[in-house]
């Protein structure tokens, strides 16, 4: 299953594009960040990657589906 992925901020430079399609070896997010943070192992490092589904915050058991879009929400500091 493929599906859309947008990313902003450092996760963005991490992937090295704001959106692209991703073939996704599972059934949710968990297997979804599993299979990323293989793929790009520099998203390990980041402590409070958060994920959105189809503009809702989701946690690691929601399943997707191949018309969902998964934004990837990067730590946020704040001044």
């Given at each position: 299953?493929?599906?859309?992925?947008?990313s902003y901020?450092?996760?963005?430079?991490?992937?090295?594009e704001k959106?692209?399609?991703y073939?996704?070896?599972?059934?949710?997010?968990?297997d979804?960040?599993?299979?990323l943070?293989?793929?790009?192992?520099e998203?390990?490092?980041?402590?409070s990657?958060?994920?959105?589904?189809?503009?809702?915050y989701?946690?690691?058991t929601?399943?997707?589906?191949?018309?969902d879009?998964?934004i990837?929400?990067p730590?946020?500091?704040?001044?």
């Open positions: 299953m493929e599906v859309k992925l947008v901020g450092i996760v963005r430079d991490i992937l090295k959106e692209l399609t073939a996704v070896q599972g059934q949710t997010i968990g979804l960040k599993t299979d943070m293989s793929t790009f192992p998203l390990k490092r980041l402590k990657l958060r994920f959105a589904v189809n503009q809702e989701v946690d690691d929601q399943s997707i589906n191949d018309t879009e998964i990837l929400i730590p946020v500091s704040g001044g």
